[in-house]
């Protein structure tokens, strides 16, 4: 695994290199630091102003990721990066400073990310002192991020991640977590050191402390990355224990903005049961309310193979066939069409605050997007879903026949009896009208719907993900070990 480490920020668009320099320069000549948090402020409003859009239909699968996405990790990182440096920093005790180590993981500062970042990405800090440094001074700094936080929020509206587990912390603690007799522990300290070990952004260096931390897992196989993104970290959610229903997925609700465990999570091992016990009354019968995760599902699973390439692994170590592999490209846009719909959720909701959850999509979202009378949804969304390396022929063929019967009303007749119409109803909500009455079976319609559409599209994308997973990128872990 390569072991570049990063410490300058490098900007998608060479207009913020311009802006850096220009930064320094200023620096250099000794600007205070309430002119630097003016600047700061005004610079980050005008920004946004440019790339956050305001309405659904200034989103565009075409214009995402050139005007949105990486526009914003610019800004993004280009603030964190100098509020830290040249705000921040400067109010701490010397002694802290000259013995501390910060440095950025996650969408805006890992050095395999190069989509971009959604409005609501947070950012990932983590600072490291050395073991000489006092409880008191350990506890100031604590504080002083807590109120970083705070402040980066209040100005840019930016979550800054402040984990007890991850965030403030000495060397030794570090160590004593990589050799926790709890394997749990043990392995969460492993998985998250290892798998950020060569793609972290340094902010503030100290090697010495660098070298000291992640000496202990560089020389561990590049393997445990799957299990850091995809696999079985015990104290994480991810793609492999939500689909053997080790650990149910938490979401926010949009109605109640409260936390709500889903049962009806498209790729679980359950509810897919459940689905198949439906597709065995009809075929075309799709459950009217589900969830799918992107967040646990296409993002981590891209976000997992771009991290295996950047750390000097080619396509073909990884399962795929190169560049043009129809499965590598199909998950290439599964996660643009993740983006776009996460980009549209935030501004949908325009309610983003720290209860707001962009990570999922579900059967209200969906037809809530469906139902925008204005925009290009429909054809982004299906410039994605049938394009050459998305969905399977016959999926297209039957994707298109299902948008033809909602635009033509059509009805599914089927016959069951009351007990079976009171069980679908309660169990996948379906709208199930009666045609007669009488004891036994009876004539029932049920309506095409986007709900259902939603479900097909999402659950074809499951189950080609599964097939990647399990195909491609499982078997390819044996020559990391």
């Excluded at 409880?135 to 984990?163: G, H, N, P, Y």
């Excluded at 459940?274 to 075309?284: D, F, N, S, T, V």
């Amino acid at each position: 695994m390569s072991s570049t480490v990063i410490s300058e920020p490098r900007y998608n668009d060479k207009s913020f290199q311009t802006f850096q320099d220009q930064l320094d320069a200023a620096i250099e000549r000794g600007i205070s630091p309430t002119k630097l948090e003016t600047f700061f402020v005004g610079f980050y409003t005008e920004q946004s102003k440019v790339i956050n859009p305001n309405e659904i239909q200034d989103v565009s699968m075409g214009t995402l990721e050139r005007k949105i996405l990486r526009p914003r990790q610019d800004l993004y990182l280009f603030v964190l990066y100098n509020w830290l440096k040249f705000i921040f920093l400067p109010t701490l005790d010397r002694t802290i400073i000259e013995n501390l180590l910060i440095f950025g993981v996650g969408r805006i500062f890992s050095s395999y990310s190069n989509v971009g970042v959604q409005y609501c990405t947070d950012a990932d800090l983590n600072f490291v002192a050395m073991d000489s440094v006092s409880k008191a001074d350990i506890t100031a700094l604590a504080s002083a991020v807590k109120k970083l936080k705070q402040r980066i929020w209040d100005l840019f509206c930016i979550i800054v991640e402040v984990d007890a587990s991850f965030t403030v912390l000495r060397a030794q603690e570090i160590k004593e977590r990589l050799m926790h007799s709890n394997r749990e522990a043990r392995m969460a300290a492993t998985l998250f050191y290892k798998g950020n070990a060569d793609s972290l952004f340094v902010i503030h260096d100290n090697p010495e402390l660098r070298e000291d931390i992640f000496k202990q897992v560089r020389q561990l196989p590049d393997s445990l990355l799957f299990d850091n993104f995809l696999g079985y970290n015990p104290v994480k959610t991810t793609f492999a224990r939500l689909r053997d229903d080790n650990v149910k997925l938490s979401i926010i609700s949009d109605s109640t903005q409260q936390k709500e465990t889903v049962d009806a999570l498209i790729g679980t091992k359950m509810f897919s049961h459940k689905c198949r016990q439906l597709a065995g009354i009809h075929p075309e019968l799709y459950p009217q309310k589900w969830c799918f995760s992107m967040k646990y599902t296409v993002n981590r699973i891209y976000d997992y193979v771009s991290a295996m390439h950047h750390a000097g692994y080619s396509l073909k170590d990884l399962g795929f066939s190169g560049d043009e592999d129809p499965d590598y490209r199909f998950v290439c846009q599964a996660h643009r069409l993740m983006l776009f719909l996460q980009e549209l959720i935030h501004i949908r909701l325009d309610t983003y605050n720290y209860l707001s959850d962009y990570s999922y999509i579900n059967a209200d979202r969906f037809i809530n997007f469906m139902g925008i009378p204005k925009g290009s949804f429909r054809s982004d969304f299906d410039e994605i879903v049938l394009s050459p390396n998305f969905l399977h022929a016959s999926e297209r063929k039957h994707y298109l026949a299902l948008k033809q019967y909602i635009h033509d009303k059509e009805l599914l007749n089927l016959s069951m009896n009351e007990e079976q119409v009171i069980e679908l109803r309660k169990q996948f909500g379906l709208e199930i009208h009666h045609l007669g009455n009488g004891s036994g079976k009876n004539p029932v319609t049920v309506p095409y719907t986007w709900g259902g559409v939603g479900f097909f599209v999402f659950n074809a994308v499951e189950n080609r993900l599964s097939a990647i997973v399990d195909e491609k990128l499982v078997p390819s872990l044996k020559m990391m070990r």
